[in-house]
């Protein structure tokens, strides 16, 4: 992190240093980052179930989803506290916090117990998202937020393609959750056994401050404003779609079963794109190119009402989506003279409120209007989002 100093912290020696080390804590948090991937882009298509199985409305329960983003707010203000004592205990709670959450979730046989699960899946899911960039704080840090996030997009590409298939056959789809408990286990289980040391030492002490002896400039609030708001419009962006497409295939007139499968398009787009995103991020202005190819995938998504050419569309969207949380929180992980734990809790906070807003504005206007018009909301977010862009990535 810039104006971070690069002394090693006084923790325990890890095994391994360097390369190694840092490859050893990006494979614990990209197990992590798989399963949180899988249980998040199952929320659409989980509501859709869950209204079917408990016979309620969908809009009466379409704030599960917001579940997440109130947990990402509590994570937030805990952060500072929460990563004292390094990021990796952190971790190793949210991972048995998420998978208890999926576990209920997925088994819930009335809706109190389905907002118990979508509260622990939220606030296990919040915990991973506050340690991921504390963890992988350094040199690169925008590629290795991008693989991260890739692993967690392309175990998002199998959630609604699994829920399609199984709820097909019978069972109901919400029951793949349980498929993200066994990775979250051994994530933990990786944590304890490596301790709290590896990617994420530098900036971030066992005391939770900054180490090193010199002296500090004070950071520019109206510069951390910036970026934390380049943050919150790129995961606003994310969540319309994501919460909000399977809905929108279902008024295609296709199943739920069916609508989850195809929902798996704006998965796959966002996979493909951050797979390939670290070859360009360094390359080009990446932000606008993902205006472009998002603000495309929405009108295509506006002006269809066929299920293939909407999933197309999703498709397109997530292609475009993919590169810009990664980046735009790499870029407010990147502050000067901000300590770690503080960009952490930022980045909560920032995808905590689009979590909360965005997915609900979006449903707000659809019931004033059609919600595939609703999914035009994303435009001006995204215009304003490329016009506060640096011209280089992090």
């Known amino acids: 992190m810039k104006g971070m100093p690069a002394s090693p912290t006084p923790e325990a020696p890890a095994s391994g240093t360097g390369p190694a080390r840092d490859a050893r804590g990006d494979l614990q948090v990209g197990i992590a980052q798989a399963a949180l991937g899988f ?21 009466s329960i379409a704030w599960l989803a917001s579940a997440f983003g109130a947990g990402l707010l509590v994570a937030a203000a805990a952060g500072p506290v929460l990563l004292r004592r390094g990021p990796r ?29 979508a509260l622990l899946l939220g606030l296990g ?10 963890l992988l704080d350094g040199p690169g840090v925008a590629v290795r937020l991008t ?15 699994a829920l399609g298939a199984l709820d097909s ?4 789809g919400r029951l793949v959750l349980l498929a993200a408990v066994p990775p979250l286990l051994i994530a933990a289980s990786l944590t304890t056994r490596h301790g709290t040391t590896g990617a994420g030492s530098r900036g ?16 520019s609030r109206r510069e951390v404003a910036r970026r934390w708001t380049r943050v919150t419009l790129a995961v606003s962006v994310e969540f319309c779609f994501a919460v909000w497409a399977v809905a929108r295939l279902q008024e295609t007139g296709v199943t ?43 009108l295509l998504v506006v002006a269809t009402n066929g299920p293939v050419p909407v999933a197309a569309g999703l498709a397109l969207a997530g292609l475009g989506v993919a590169p810009l949380y990664p980046v735009t929180l790499a870029d407010l992980v990147a502050t000067p003279d901000l300590r770690g734990s503080h960009s952490a809790s930022l980045g909560a906070l920032a995808s905590g409120t689009a979590v909360l ?27 304003a989002l490329t016009a506060m862009s640096p011209r280089k990535a992090p």
Do not use: H, K, Y
């Open 39 to 59: 249980c998040v882009t199952s929320l659409g298509a989980t509501l859709v179930m869950l209204s079917r199985d408990l016979s309620v409305p969908v809009g």
């Open 169 to 172: 056959l019978g069972p109901s």
């Open 125 to 134: 899911g919040a915990g991973l998202v506050l340690v991921t960039p504390a």
């Open 89 to 117: 205990p952190t971790l190793r709670a949210g991972a048995l916090v998420l998978a208890s959450g999926a576990a209920l979730l997925a088994l819930a046989p009335s809706p109190a117990l389905a907002v118990g699960g």
């Open 204 to 219: 971030v002490g066992t005391a939770g401050v900054d180490l090193g002896s010199g002296r500090r400039e004070p950071v």
């Open 357 to 383: 807003l965005a997915p609900a504005a979006l449903a707000a206007l659809g019931q004033v209007a059609d919600l595939r018009l609703a999914f035009l909301v994303t435009v001006p977010l995204l215009v």
């Open 256 to 298: 739920p079963g069916e609508a989850a499968g195809l929902g798996g398009a704006f998965a796959i787009g966002m996979a493909l794109g951050r797979i390939g995103a670290p070859r360009l991020i360094q390359r080009v202005r990446i932000v606008p190119l993902c205006t472009v190819t998002i603000a495309a995938g929405a």
């Open 147 to 161: 693989r991260v996030n890739a692993a967690s997009s392309t175990a998002g590409v199998l959630a609604p393609l």
